[in-house]
């Protein structure tokens, strides 16, 4: 934060922008009735015949189609003016808070001491304040350009309606509040969408200046945040920006089913019809739900640093991806693939918490025993879990493989995504990727280790039900770096319902989920049924956090003997 900086969100006039967008709004309107007035007044046969009037008519037509494309395109602007307004009066008012603090500490410190706190309180709120207004100024640039791009609405254009224009006396001196918005319009970038694959991506990124990534990320949100390969600081950004899009988007689609009509005559056609709009209101709550869910977990202010890496819809279920720090300066990667029930709604917090914990373990014994490289867990939840509602349909039961197999290649593209982005950060050691598989999520793990095409460092499954191959050999992993943890009485990990059971694979590294003194001297606790793998002080934490650390000498194995076996600690 400059002085400039400040001194500049002092001079802005956010009440000439309410202004101005006033004015633009009033101008479309006006635009908007000629273009309505101009259709119902078409030359016809019956008026006048021959070439000139087919002439006139499709100029007659040409010229109320423009018009209503200028008028929308100014309402855009206007709408865009408008928001910037209010955002500009919400920026100053916090710089004014900001100040009177300030006014406060100065005063206590004249009083004696103490004053530290409501200092640094003053100047925190100062640059979000600043911050709050750059951020302003790059989405009114960025929704112009949009306006410029779809409606050829040029800023000239825009200026002459606010300030030239009948009925706009005095406006030219209120257009001089929004001149920073176009001045440089024409150094406002021209960047192509990105290429779909990972490694694509990540060179694309790379390739953009500073200004052009602010643009993107601002004006495209959607080509950034749900784009594998960009850094993760680029895809948080975009994904925060895009939470409320998706809730309007959710919630139009919420009023559209309930104000659509319904055909009362047919009383089969009508229980269907009912029946179907329960349903699909019912999944848009779920979604709504799960949006608020994340909104309140990146809000936690506990001072981690969360990032949104990503935010989206698998069909009708709302998906997501969360970090448990800053994962361009990560050095080991954990992924956390969840299975049977899982959803953002109910679960994002909860996994997420646990997966913070193993993942700051994990850190804790790269630093104690490993290469002291940063861990990061990542939180994801990309695909569309089974769930109780789907047990009977085909394709999307947890006894089927349809979850699975359409789960996979999202995990594969969200791994070829972290070693992109990883060699583009770290290109002399990029991260170490590493995989934990829950339940169902390990069949999705297998799946995707199965069909890899970026090194995996490791894998940990718990619970698993199978892992879709029957030999550790047809995962690409390292050899010894399938490991597995399996509890006594974990009736699902007793299933083998995809394949092989994991826990009799003599290739695979068999963990210990016992009571135990752990490497540190710290006592294991021991982790029984089906939940219970990620808890707190567990051996089997602090499994799971060794294998992310890339510490396996640490890990607390148990004999080679079946699971149901009572030596099998």
């Known amino acids: 934060m400059t002085t400039a900086e400040v001194a500049s969100l002092r001079a802005a006039r956010p009440e000439a922008l309410t202004a101005v967008a006033a004015r633009l709004s009033a101008h479309a309107a006006r635009l908007g009735e000629f273009a309505a007035a101009a259709g119902r007044f078409t030359p016809t046969a019956t008026d006048w015949t021959g070439p000139a009037r087919e002439a006139a008519a499709g100029r007659h037509t040409e010229i109320a189609a423009l018009a209503r494309t200028l008028a929308e395109g100014l309402a855009r602007c206007a709408e865009a003016i408008r928001a910037a307004g209010h955002e500009t009066a919400d920026a100053q008012r916090c710089l004014a808070h900001a100040e009177r603090l300030a006014g406060v500490a100065d005063a206590t410190e004249a009083a004696g001491p103490g004053a530290t706190p409501l200092a640094d309180e003053a100047r925190r709120a100062a640059e979000r304040a600043c911050a709050d207004y750059a951020a302003t100024l790059v989405r009114l640039r960025s929704r112009l350009a949009a306006s410029a791009d779809r409606y050829a609405v040029s800023p000239r254009t825009v200026a002459r309606a606010a300030t030239t224009w009948p009925g706009s006396v005095g406006a ?85 089913l309930r104000d659509a009509p319904i055909d009362l005559a047919d009383s089969a056609i009508l229980a269907l019809t009912l029946s179907t709009r329960r349903r699909q209101l019912a999944e848009i709550v779920a979604e709504l739900d799960g949006l608020r869910a994340v909104k309140e977990l990146l809000a936690t202010p506990d001072g981690r640093q969360r990032q949104l890496l ?33 959803d953002v709604a109910g679960d994002i917090a909860k996994y997420a918490r646990q997966i913070e914990a193993a993942a700051d373990l994990a850190d804790r014994l790269s630093r104690t025993h490993g290469d002291a490289r940063p861990v990061v867990g990542i939180t994801w939840l990309g695909y569309a879990a089974p769930a109780v509602r789907d047990v009977l349909i085909p394709g999307r039961s947890v006894a089927g493989w349809g979850p699975a197999l359409a789960g996979a290649p999202r995990l594969g593209r969200l791994l070829a995504g972290l070693d992109a982005a990883g060699r583009a950060a770290h290109p002399a050691d990029p991260p170490r990727l590493v995989l934990w598989g829950h339940s169902y999520g390990s069949v999705v793990t297998g799946l995707a280790l199965r069909d890899a095409q970026v090194p995996i460092a490791g894998a940990v499954v718990f619970g ?106």
Request: proline share 8%.
């Open 310 to 342: 990503s935010l989206g819809t698998d069909g009708c279920v709302l998906t997501a991806a969360v970090t448990s720090g800053d994962l361009d300066a990560a050095g080991h990667v954990a992924v956390f693939v969840p299975g049977f029930q899982a």
């Open 464 to 569: 698993s039900p199978g892992i879709a191959v029957d030999r550790v050999s047809e995962l690409h992993l390292p050899a010894g770096q399938l490991y597995v943890h399996e509890a006594l009485d974990d009736v699902v990990a007793a299933t083998s319902r995809f394949a092989a059971d994991p826990g009799l694979l003599p290739e695979a590294t068999q963990l210990s989920v016992a009571g135990r003194v752990l490497p540190d001297g710290s006592s294991g606790t021991t982790s029984y049924g089906h939940e219970e793998y990620l808890t707190p002080g567990s051996t089997s934490q602090w499994n799971l956090a060794a294998v992310a650390a890339g510490t396996t000498q640490l890990v607390v194995t148990r004999p080679a003997c079946p699971p149901w076996s009572p030596l099998s600690g």
């Open 172 to 256: 030219a001196t209120d257009w001089a509040a929004t001149d920073w918005a176009i001045a440089d319009w024409a150094t406002l970038p021209t960047v192509i969408a990105p290429p779909t694959g990972p490694a694509d991506a990540s060179a694309w990124f790379a390739a953009l200046t500073e200004a052009e990534r602010e643009w993107v990320i601002a004006a495209h949100p959607e080509w950034v945040g749900p784009r594998d390969g960009i850094p993760a600081w680029a895809r948080d950004r975009a994904n925060r920006a895009s939470l409320d899009v998706l809730a309007e988007q959710l919630a139009a689609q919420a009023r559209a």
